[in-house]
């Protein structure tokens, strides 16, 4: 189970690069990390980095947006014609 959710705001405890978690990771070796993303600079610059969940620490309230399904797999319901002619 993971540490974070998506959403949560950061910071790492060894460089102290602050962000907002936009991604979280578990690999099959048992490795969690998250993909923290800063705000942009004044000239509208982006930093993340992927970080692994035991050096993060909570530093301000979850932030959350409107989603809305935009890719990867989905289940659609397919519609058959069962009529014959």
Avoid: W
Avoid at 27 to 33: E, L, M, N, S, V
């Amino acid at each position: 189970m993971f540490k974070f959710s998506n959403g949560a705001q950061v910071k790492d405890k060894i460089t102290g690069f602050k962000g907002t978690i936009t991604a979280r990771y578990d690999y099959i070796t048992g490795c969690r990390q998250y993909n923290v993303v800063a705000k942009a600079s004044k000239d509208g610059t982006v930093k993340s980095m992927c970080l692994d969940e035991d050096r993060l620490v909570r530093a301000g309230k979850t932030r959350s947006i409107e989603t809305k399904t935009s890719g990867g797999p989905q289940d659609h319901e397919q519609q058959v014609d069962n009529e014959s002619n």
